[in-house]
């Protein structure tokens, strides 16, 4: 089993970045497909990013490809999110996940392991 540990959200004003990280313990990360998602407010989890065992294959909801970007570095266990020209409607709760199918998923119930979350705000 692996834990996951989000950190890296905050407040941003709209146009600017951030860049999430989520760290894995307990089994190594590059045993996983990686996922990001997010919920915000009154809203159910979202798919956002993710990306396969190798790095090598990612992909993304409409509304944030060309602005984030997804990648890990299995040698730190570690999968990063980076955020740039972020909008008030990428306000949420950030989720990181992994999964042990076989081929990339986008869906919320292919996931087995959850991370507790990081809030980012945008600010217009």
């Known amino acids: 089993q692996v834990q996951l540990v989000e950190s890296g959200g905050g407040g941003v004003q709209a146009g600017g970045s951030l860049r999430l990280s989520c760290a894995a313990s307990g089994r190594t990360l590059s045993t996983y497909i990686m996922g990001w998602f997010r919920q915000a407010p009154g809203k159910e989890r979202e798919f956002v990013a993710a990306?396969?065992?190798?790095?090598?294959?990612?992909y993304y909801t409409d509304s944030v490809k060309g602005r984030f970007t997804i990648s890990r570095d299995n040698t730190k266990n570690t999968v990063y999110l980076q955020m740039n020209s972020l909008k008030p409607e990428d306000t949420a709760v950030y989720y990181c996940?992994?999964?042990?199918?076989?081929?990339?998923?986008?869906?919320?119930?292919?996931?087995?392991?959850w991370g507790q979350g990081t809030q980012v705000t945008v600010s217009s």
């Open positions: 996940a992994a999964s042990n199918s076989i081929v990339v998923v986008i869906a919320t119930r292919s996931y087995d392991y």
């Open positions: 990306i396969n065992r190798s790095g090598g294959i990612t």
